[in-house]
């Protein structure tokens, strides 16, 4: 079949396509379908394959059901990676090695293309006594540290960069410095974070009373919950992190209350899971349900939706046989309890077909009309394949006293009180936004439309950007029905035009059927005051949400999408650009910086001269020197490299990044409190502060020198170190610097 749209086709070829060694692979879309849907009908008993692999092909037919990209990218390839999207990690131990068993365990999951969460909270704070080595602790954020430089060199499956969830308890002693580390624009670049809330502390909030920060049974000391209040949401206002939590409903509305324990999401918020929890993911895409879309009496086919729905449970479940598992401890988790997370996607293109405003009564009505179908069938089927294949080996009767249970209609009760369920957790909603974009750009979950027509800014791998017109699935639709002639505002809404409430009312009315969470963000106006974006968080706890993310634009958060209308492309062969390296004056001001390594006898100077731009100084050149000879040639190689990438000018900041990202295999080193993995990573961070212009020590890791500070002394030089300080005496050549001796 023809892709909607060219953007549509690329994400397939370059995220969902499977190219094989041998030249082999998927040659269209339809191949993708065969591919993934034999893969996963594997799971039936053999005389069933042929029929449940028909039956799964035609649910992928026209994007009618999006499993998650890992399902897509992966399933059928014979690649070492899971099917899976989501994982939270077990408990992080409060003692060294257990918690770099615990950064190992992350890494090999990210590896195989999970996005992986932590709860923080379990390390003890900063300052407090580690008993039996006479050291106080650095605290949880200094170990943030070290996952995000970890994750930083992961490439999940290959494809894209490992993404990760921090969460940390608002009772926390550090809970402060967590709500303002990602005001570091350097800091936690791989994390999204949240922050765990009980009810307790939105009760302490309303009556204005005082809030103990606690640790193993002490109490730290005691903060006035407004202020810490007042202090989450300003971050949140400002850049946008961190997210909230509410782990409480969180825990008292899952179907697994009965035997785990939450503390932690997935990346995107939409998995609520156990230590070792593991979620696959998949949606049914809404816009393509209905049949008439515009007409007086549209509305969506809840019986093909039924139908979607009951394939879609079963193909998620035998995803769980297929997949590969990175630890055993997610398998084993995985296969007790079997949850899956079925979704949706379109919602709000669905909703402009049947002539409904998101975020009215009549939307929040369909939304759970649509919602309750899904819900019905999912656990029917469920109950279904559990008398077929059996209950999910933890299966205990007390699942039907929890809230999402209760809730069901008696037949379905019933059916599950006979046969027990396959599957913990049946429902969750998903960010989609690659697979969303796959079908044609539909919006994307429970989201709003961002733009019916918009430049969407494309990271590209040599680290550039371009910009992409897109138009919105429904868009799309109205203009092949009705060609030029202008839609209906009063149902193109987008998400510019929406209140916080709008969101507030969506949200709220969806999770009333969804097992788990939902991934979605509250867009709030740049101009909105304060007061009122602080309200939208304790508004979305009393209407029932487990988890809000908010999004507002400004000049820190900058955007992803661009609503202005694009020009008309030119598709012209231009010559490349003529490359013109700027020229240097005779001589230039800079600064020397000196970076003490941990396992190094000698310090490495690192000066960065400058020249003046129109608005302000621009790197020039670089020079790195030490009188350890061990390193010349690679820094000799860097600094010329690194040089002409200056001399070209434009936006350099990427070298910093790219050097801080290098691991050492032989490890790195702790300076002014934070993890750095390698000598080369330290150098990068001497570059972003430069760049930066900070006078302030931490951020790299250094401390700066003035350039006509007194440098090396000169002398008979060193056959080891190269330095200048070998001296003869009693008969021998001695280095003062590194040691070195030779007698005779």
């Not at 000169?714 to 280095?735: A, V």
């Amino acid at each position: 079949m023809a892709f909607d749209n060219p953007l549509a086709a690329e994400i397939w070829r370059s995220k969902y396509r499977f190219n094989a060694s041998d030249g082999g692979g998927d040659e269209t879309v339809e191949q993708t379908w065969s591919r993934v849907a034999a893969a996963v009908a594997d799971a039936e008993a053999p005389k069933a394959r042929r029929i449940w692999r028909d039956r799964f092909a035609d649910a992928l037919s026209d994007f009618q059901f999006l499993p998650a990209g890992r399902i897509l990218a992966g399933a059928g390839t014979a690649r070492s990676v899971t099917l899976f999207n989501c994982f939270v990690m077990g408990e992080v131990p409060d003692d060294l090695p257990g918690i770099f068993a615990a950064v190992r365990e992350a890494a090999v999951t990210m590896q195989q293309g999970g996005g992986v969460g932590m709860d923080f909270s379990t390390i003890r704070p900063s300052g407090a006594a580690v008993k039996g080595v006479g050291a106080d602790a650095s605290g949880p954020l200094s170990f943030m540290d070290v996952w995000d430089a970890m994750c930083r060199t992961i490439l999940s499956a290959g494809q894209r960069r490992g993404a990760m969830m921090g969460c940390l308890r608002i009772d926390h002693p550090d809970i402060e410095a967590f709500i303002d580390a990602k005001r570091d624009p350097g800091r936690l670049r791989n994390f999204n974070v949240s922050v765990l809330v009980p009810d307790s502390f939105m009760q302490v909030l309303e009556s204005d009373g005082e809030w103990p920060l606690t640790f193993a049974g002490e109490t730290y000391r005691t903060v006035q919950a407004r202020e810490l209040w007042r202090r989450l949401m300003q971050a949140t206002y400002d850049v946008a992190e961190p997210g909230v939590i509410f782990i409480d409903q969180v825990n008292d509305r899952n179907n697994l209350a009965w035997c785990e324990t939450i503390s932690a999401s997935n990346p995107c918020g939409e998995q609520m899971l156990p230590p070792y929890g593991a979620c696959l993911l998949g949606s049914i895409n809404l816009a393509r349900l209905v049949s008439t879309p515009f007409d007086k009496g549209a509305v969506l086919d809840e019986e093909r939706l039924g139908q979607l729905t009951r394939t879609a449970v079963r193909f998620l479940d035998n995803v769980i046989d297929v997949s590969r598992y990175p630890l055993e401890a997610q398998a084993a988790e995985a296969r007790a309890k079997r949850r899956i997370g079925l979704g949706v996607t379109g919602l709000a293109d669905a909703l402009v077909f049947c002539g409904a405003r998101y975020g009215e009564a009549n939307a929040e009505a369909l939304t759970q009309q649509w919602l309750g179908v899904i819900k019905r069938e999912a656990y029917r089927a469920s109950a279904e394949l559990a008398a077929e294949k059996g209950a999910f080996p933890l299966y205990d009767a007390a699942i039907l006293d929890t809230p999402n249970l209760k809730a069901l209609d008696e037949e379905t009760r019933d059916l599950i009180a006979r046969h027990g369920l396959r599957n913990g957790c049946l429902t969750s909603v998903a960010p989609t936004g690659t697979t969303s974009l796959l079908a044609g750009n539909v919006s994307s979950g429970v989201e709003p439309v961002f733009a019916f027509s918009y430049t969407r800014k494309v990271l590209q791998p040599d680290g550039t950007r371009r910009e992409e017109a897109v138009e919105d699935y429904a868009l799309t639709v109205w203009k092949r029905l009705h060609g030029e002639t202008p839609p209906p505002q009063d149902v193109f809404v987008t998400a510019q035009t929406l209140t916080p409430l709008h969101h507030l009312r969506m949200q709220s009315a969806a999770q009333a059927f969804i097992d788990s969470s939902i991934s979605k963000t509250v867009n709030c106006p740049e101009d909105i005051s304060f007061e009122d974006f602080s309200e939208v968080y304790v508004q979305g706890w009393r209407m029932g949400c487990k988890g809000l993310t908010t999004y507002r634009p400004n000049a820190v958060t900058g955007s992803v999408l661009t609503v202005d209308p694009p020009s008309a492309p030119d598709d012209r062969p231009r010559p490349p650009p003529e490359l013109v390296l700027l020229p240097r004056s005779e001589s230039l001001d800079g600064k020397t910086y000196k970076v003490k390594w941990p396992d190094s006898p000698h310090a490495v100077y690192v000066t960065i001269n400058d020249i003046e731009g129109p608005d302000g100084p621009l790197p020039f050149e670089i020079f790195i020197n030490s009188k350890n000879m061990e390193h010349y040639a690679w820094t000799l190689g860097l600094t010329r490299m690194i040089s002409a990438v200056f001399r070209r000018g434009g936006d350099v900041g990427f070298v910093a990044e790219e050097l801080k990202a290098v691991f050492d295999p032989r490890g790195g080193g702790w300076l002014h409190g934070r993890y750095v993995p390698s000598l080369l990573a330290a150098i990068g961070g001497v570059i972003e502060r430069h760049l930066a212009r900070s006078e302030t020590p931490g951020n790299d890791h250094i401390s700066a020198v003035s350039a006509h500070q007194e440098g090396p002394r000169h002398g008979p030089s060193c056959p080891r170190c190269g330095g200048g300080s070998l001296i003869r005496k009693e008969g021998c050549d001695s280095c003062e610097d590194c040691g070195y001796s030779k007698c005779g």
